[in-house]
């Protein structure tokens, strides 16, 4: 099985939509919405999530005397960059994927966008344990590519 990894596919890219997954999602046909995806650049959406380096308070566990370099304050904030995941209350997940950057920012304006082929993106989808791709999330159309569908794109 050939693998892929999730990169930005060039510099040339403007963030518009193809044509073909466009189409097919505005005419809701889920078969013809697979067949775009394989061969279509989506974005999936990257953000920053806060993660603290050390807890407040001294390394002995008393909160009201602070760490050393923390000169008052309490710990150092820090943060990574994270793909942007989808979960439901049974423990399901899913990777929204955008057909373009205007789709992005309609769901999300603060999340940066990150062109990836539609093959790769389920196929990494799949490999992380995830249960679908949802595509373009706010609209103006939606669709879901998971099951046995989403396996079949996965295997390409």
């Not at 596919?9 to 044509?19: K, L, R």
Request: glycine share 10%; proline share 7%.
């Amino acid at each position: 099985m050939k693998r892929e990894l999730l990169a930005p596919s060039g510099q040339g890219d403007h963030g518009g939509a193809d044509g073909a997954l466009r189409a097919a999602l505005d005419a809701g046909d889920e078969q013809s919405v697979a067949t775009a995806l394989v061969r279509a650049r989506v974005f999936v959406a990257i953000e920053a999530r806060r993660t603290d380096a050390d807890p407040p308070g001294d390394p002995l566990g008393d909160p009201d005397v602070d760490s050393p370099g923390d000169a008052g304050t309490g710990a150092e904030k820090s943060s990574e960059m994270v793909l942007v995941t989808l979960w439901v209350p049974s423990g399901a997940t899913a990777i929204p994927a955008f057909s373009g950057v205007d789709t992005l920012a309609r769901w999300r304006r603060t999340a940066r966008p990150v062109a990836v082929p539609g093959h790769a993106l389920c196929a990494q989808a799949v490999r992380d344990g995830h249960s679908a791709v949802v595509l373009d999330i706010a609209g103006p159309a939606m669709a879901t590519v998971d099951g046995e569908l989403l396996e079949r794109i996965a295997a390409l």
